[in-house]
């Protein structure tokens, strides 16, 4: 009944602490109804644009100049890029909170200033202006404007906005709310619009050009084959720099040379090889075969008597590429309680010895005794010592010590990362 209670409350409380990750956002002024509910969600929660101190997010509201640029920063991963030119605009002083974010925008050339030298932060974009900085900024490709001739309104489009248009519809990167048939280029850009251009741009970042993506955007979601059903994660992020393994993958890796338990202690170094390379399901190589990885042996429990078998603790610390590139790598065995100990094939055949052996001396004790006073009697006395030594043998094998942790050198073995990992790019092939 404790055990119960004790379970119960455990479950209560990570129950409790799952609700707020779990919990969606709380517009004071976005209904769950809302048509752009969904992607207004994404770019809050993913600190790309903000609501304020009272919840709202005020989805009606025209999009200024200047917070679009805050926002198209933040997504690209450019809002904290050093900033190495002057200001060149007459209408934005140092006093003005977006000040470096401005210039970022015009070091990178994503939002560009006016010829008269003024960029006008706070004046409002318009729907096709929008649409021509994510054009700018996304990889080449050749159109057909004749796409456009699907909407009722483009004869509306400005002719230097249809290369646009078409570009960015091709990539489904677009906004044609509340008719769907209609484009509107020239009204202004809503706070709701732009959350869902920026919420489709997020989702597509492998489209725009690398010299607009900062160095921890995640340009592509990839995945690892999960080595068993009791993984649960399996998403790796690609960046411009790295490919991240993310908290709670599970990889195979090897002994390097053979283990046992006896012959270590707490504090001892282990290491593991992988000897092929780990990889995505979608073809990146994470890590290169004939890598190696560090670890230490955390703590060793000696068998216990009724057969508990010995546990073996350790931790992998570190991965070191077959090019020398070495990187953090916080991982553990994926197994109950992180421990490894002999399975249970290992114990029945320790059993299975232990009967078999008995058995077989209690045979020759059978026999020994029949055949002295009458020679006779051997059979009897082998139906009787027979089972006699295996019973023992087989009750002496479930209360004795059970069996100390051996593994052959190239023995797999599961781990799980209990930290994201950063790897460097490996310039190799499957």
Do not use: C
């Amino acid at each position: 009944m404790k055990k119960l209670l004790a379970g119960l409350m455990v479950f209560s409380i990570m129950s409790l602490n799952t609700i707020p990750a779990l919990a969606a956002v709380d517009f004071a002024d976005v209904n769950e109804g809302y048509w752009a509910r969904k992607e207004i969600e994404s770019v809050v929660e993913n600190n790309i644009m903000t609501v304020d101190s009272q919840n709202r997010f005020s989805p009606d509201k025209a999009m200024t100049r200047v917070d679009f640029v805050n926002a198209l920063l933040k997504l690209l991963s450019n809002d904290n890029l050093n900033v190495n030119i002057s200001n060149q605009f007459k209408d934005v002083s140092q006093s003005n909170p977006n000040y470096e974010n401005i210039l970022r925008s015009q070091q990178l050339g994503l939002v560009y200033g006016y010829p008269d030298k003024t960029f006008q932060p706070n004046k409002v974009m318009l729907r096709s202006e929008a649409q021509s900085v994510i054009s700018h900024i996304t990889k080449e490709k050749v159109t057909d404007t004749s796409s456009l001739s699907q909407f009722k309104d483009s004869a509306s489009i400005p002719s230097w906005a249809k290369h646009v248009y078409a570009k960015t519809i091709s990539y489904g990167v677009y906004v044609n709310y509340p008719d769907s048939r209609e484009l509107r280029p020239n009204n202004n850009l809503t706070r709701a619009e732009a959350a869902v251009l920026l919420a489709k741009l997020s989702e597509k970042l492998s489209l725009v050009k690398s010299e607009y993506v900062g160095p921890g955007a995640v340009i592509a979601v990839e995945h690892l084959p999960k080595v068993n059903r009791k993984v649960t994660n399996d998403v790796v992020n690609i960046t411009k720099t790295q490919n991240i393994i993310t908290k709670d993958n599970v990889i195979v890796v090897a002994f390097d040379e053979k283990f046992k338990q006896k012959l270590h202690q707490a504090g001892d170094a282990v290491y593991f090889v992988t000897p092929e390379n780990i990889a995505t399901v979608e073809g990146t190589v994470l890590i290169p075969a004939n890598s190696k990885f560090s670890g230490k042996v955390l703590n060793i429990q000696d068998p216990k008597w009724f057969n508990k078998n010995g546990r073996v603790y350790v931790q992998l610390e570190k991965v070191t590429f077959p090019s020398g590139q070495e990187y953090s790598f916080n991982a553990k065995p994926f197994y109950k309680e992180y421990a490894l100990k002999e399975g249970p094939w290992m114990t029945a055949g320790k059993v299975a010895l232990w009967t078999v052996g008995l058995g077989a001396v209690g045979t020759g004790a059978g026999v020994g005794f029949a055949f002295i006073p009458n020679p006779a009697e051997i059979g009897t006395g082998i139906a009787i010592g027979t089972p006699i030594g295996a019973g023992v043998g087989f009750v002496l094998g479930l209360v004795t010590p059970g069996l100390k942790y051996n593994a052959k050198k190239g023995e797999e073995i599961n781990v799980i990362l209990l930290d994201d990992a950063g790897m460097g790019k490996v310039q190799q092939s499957l």
